[in-house]
T-cell receptor, first 115, second 111 residues
Framework: GAVVSQHPSRVICKSGTSVKIECRSLDFQATTMFWYRQFPKQSLMLMATSNEGSKATYEQGVEKDKFLINHASLTLSTLTVTSAHPEDSSFYIC???????????FGPGTRLLVL | QQQVKQSPQSLIVQKGGIPIINCAYENTAFDYFPWYQQFPGKGPALLIAIRPDVSEKKEGRFTISFNKSAKQFSLHIMDSQPGDSATYFCAASRNTDKLIFGTGTRLQVFP
C-alpha cells in the first residue's frame, strides 16, 4: 500500500493559536487528498477534499475559514486549524487517493490537544 | 442516504473464532466498499475492499461478502487471533472518493 506521512504526530497548543498539520504522499503523486477528523471512540468524518492547485471542497458544517487547506504540490497538503479552541481537540487524519487498484491510504494521524 | 450502518458496536470472540461484522448502505451510487482496521492512536489501515460486480472477495483470513440487492456487505475474519483485536470500520464511496464510514466495531479476541 501507499505510504502517507503526517507531521506532527501530536501537538498541544493554547486556545487561540493556530496549528499546521502536514500530510505527505511519499510514493506517488496525489492530485487529491482528504482530511478526516475522529473524536475519541467515534468514527471518521470527512472534513474536506484537497485538490492540488485549486481550492479545497469542504463538507457541510465544516468552517472553511477555520480549517485552512493548502495543496500546493502533488505530494503535500496542509491543514491549518486557525484560532484553535478546546472543542477542536481531536485526531486529524489525512488520506491520499491512488494506487492500483485505486483506493484511499491513510496517514498515521495527528493528535491535537487545545488547552 | 449517505449513511452507512454498522453492527455490532462491539464483539468478543475466542481465538480461532470467526467474528462477522455487518454493514448496510442506502446510496445505490456507491461502488466501492473497503474495510479498515484501526489500532488505538493509529490511522486506519486498508484490509480489503470490494466492488459491486462480485459477491465475495477473500484475502488471507479476511473475506468480504457483498449482497447488492440487499445493499449489505460483511467482513468475516477466519481463525481470529489476539492480534486482530482492533476497531474495524466499513466504508462506502463512489469512485473511491469521499469515504462514508460506518460507526465502527470494536473487536476483542481472547486467547
Amino acid at each position: 500500500g501507499a505510504v502517507v506521512s503526517q507531521h506532527p504526530s501530536r501537538v498541544i497548543c493554547k486556545s487561540g493559536t493556530s496549528v499546521k498539520i502536514e500530510c505527505r504522499s511519499l510514493d506517488f503523486q496525489a492530485t487529491t487528498m482528504f482530511w478526516y477528523r475522529q473524536f475519541p471512540k467515534q468514527s471518521l468524518m470527512l472534513m474536506a477534499t484537497s485538490n492540488e492547485g485549486s481550492k479545497a471542497t469542504y463538507e457541510q458544517g465544516v468552517e472553511k475559514d477555520k480549517f485552512l487547506i493548502n495543496h500546493a504540490s502533488l505530494t503535500l497538503s496542509t491543514l491549518t486549524v486557525t484560532s484553535a479552541h478546546p472543542e477542536d481537540s481531536s485526531f486529524y487524519i489525512c488520506s491520499t487517493k491512488g494506487g492500483l487498484p485505486e483506493t484511499q491510504y491513510f496517514g498515521p494521524g495527528t493528535r491535537l490537544l487545545v488547552l | 442516504q449517505q449513511q452507512v450502518k454498522q453492527s455490532p458496536q462491539s464483539l468478543i470472540v475466542q481465538k480461532g473464532g470467526i467474528p462477522i461484522i455487518n454493514c448496510a448502505y442506502e446510496n445505490t451510487a456507491f461502488d466501492y466498499f473497503p474495510w479498515y482496521q484501526q489500532f488505538p492512536g493509529k490511522g486506519p489501515a486498508l484490509l480489503i475492499a470490494i466492488r459491486p460486480d462480485v459477491s465475495e472477495k477473500k484475502e488471507g483470513r479476511f473475506t468480504i461478502s457483498f449482497n447488492k440487492s440487499a445493499k449489505q456487505f460483511s467482513l468475516h475474519i477466519m481463525d481470529s487471533q489476539p492480534g486482530d483485536s482492533a476497531t474495524y470500520f466499513c466504508a462506502a464511496s463512489r469512485n473511491t472518493d469521499k469515504l462514508i464510514f460506518g460507526t465502527g466495531t470494536r473487536l476483542q479476541v481472547f486467547p
